[in-house]
């Protein structure tokens, strides 16, 4: 069996989907994508193919290493999205081939299903804690939220109080024992994220996340000290010597790769079992498409320090356009039930696109750019 032929679709509201097909008619899917560069992703995918067009699809190690190595310039997060689809997409033909979802060439699952998370926005605080009850009233028994708008380097106690307001108001909304992890977002400098970290230990929180920008993660254990909240970062690490750096530093308890982003499942999965080996827990980022779900599940089937799965059905990110489920000719593979996910058992990974809806979704495209944000004096601020 040989690659044939490489088809990128960009599609709304905010993903890339590929399709790789092969000279027996086998193909399989991908999503490659970083949030507001897909254009630029999608010809990293195009370059790439000139070193997979006449390959064997089954090897998937080599033509990872062949993608990784065969560029003098590796890393970051244009080339590791590109392999990362590109990854996946071979999985999935792998595993239709051999007709075996991809968690059973991995050794076999761990787990039948997986706890989910649910994105309740907070970027604007006003109606959080009404969509905080309402995912509770759906069945979601974990939550997520941006805690902090845009936040100068030193701020005022006011943003705190009102931050802790917000938060609290969310607490109270849902009850004491619904999980609720609050994303910093990369918004937080060290000198407030530590009066921050201090005036939230009340809503025993499941994690912070992204308390510190990943690149002062020297900083992390310093602005955490004395709370026991636990610490959560990863979506803006691409590889498993990025992740390196954070587990040897000892200063984080979940690490949250995007199987999207982080080179693929043959990457995460190995970044997996390192974080394993230093009792760090695994929770996938993933406020993507179908696709990038699907492949962040067969990871969680056969991690056992994985322990929840962020996904995008209903995300504020997604507008009012396309969702979750609008791509997939299956849409209950995904079987939601008790805040929990079951794991797809589908050949490769477990999902069937709906082609022909994502043809006519790329005619429309998207352009999604994340907002820019500034502050009083006129200064850029995190987003």
């Not at 009404?130 to 380097?153: C, H, P, S, Y």
């Not at 040897?248 to 949250?256: A, K, M, P, T």
Request: glycine fraction near 10%.
């Amino acid at each position: 069996m040989k690659i044939t032929a490489l088809k990128t679709f960009i599609v709304p509201p905010r993903w890339l989907f590929l399709k790789i097909e092969t000279d027996e008619g086998l193909y399989g899917w991908g999503e490659p994508v970083v949030e507001g560069r897909a254009h630029t992703v999608e010809a990293a995918v195009h370059e790439l193919a000139d070193f997979l067009v006449g390959q064997d699809p089954s090897r998937i190690e080599d033509l990872w290493q062949v993608m990784y190595r065969g560029a003098f310039y590796r890393g970051g997060p244009i080339m590791m999205s590109a392999i990362a689809g590109v990854d996946q997409a071979l999985w999935d033909i792998k595993g239709r081939a051999a007709n075996l979802p991809v968690h059973q060439m991995l050794g076999g699952p761990c787990r039948d299903k997986i706890r989910v998370y649910s994105w309740i926005g907070g970027d604007r605080p006003a109606v959080v804690a009404k969509a905080a009850k309402e995912a509770v009233d759906l069945g979601f028994t974990a939550l997520k939220m941006n805690g902090a708008e845009e936040m100068q380097i030193v701020d005022s106690y006011a943003k705190i109080d009102a931050i802790a307001e917000n938060i609290g108001a969310v607490r109270d909304a849902i009850g004491s024992h619904v999980g609720l992890a609050v994303d910093f977002h990369g918004r937080v400098h060290r000198p407030m994220a530590k009066a921050l970290i201090r005036e939230l230990e009340q809503f025993r929180l499941m994690f912070i996340e992204e308390p510190l920008l990943s690149e002062h993660i020297d900083a992390i254990g310093e602005v955490a000290k004395g709370s026991s909240t636990p610490i959560a970062l990863g979506e803006r690490l691409y590889s498993r010597w990025d992740f390196r750096q954070v587990l040897e530093s000892r200063v984080v308890d979940i690490i949250q790769p995007d199987l999207s982003h982080a080179g693929g499942i043959t990457e995460v999965r190995k970044i997996a079992a390192m974080a394993e080996a230093y009792d760090v827990a695994l929770a996938p980022h993933c406020p993507l498409g179908p696709i990038a779900l699907a492949a962040c599940l067969q990871v969680d089937a056969v991690s056992h320090n994985a322990f929840i799965q962020e996904q995008s059905l209903g995300i504020h990110y997604n507008g009012t356009g396309r969702d979750l489920l609008d791509y997939l000719v299956d849409p209950h593979v995904f079987a939601y039930a008790d805040g929990m996910v079951a794991i797809p058992n589908g050949p490769g990974l477990g999902v069937e696109v709906n082609e022909e809806a994502v043809i006519e979704a790329a005619k429309v495209g998207h352009r999604w750019r994340n907002p820019l944000w500034r502050h009083a004096d006129g200064s850029v601020a995190e987003w």
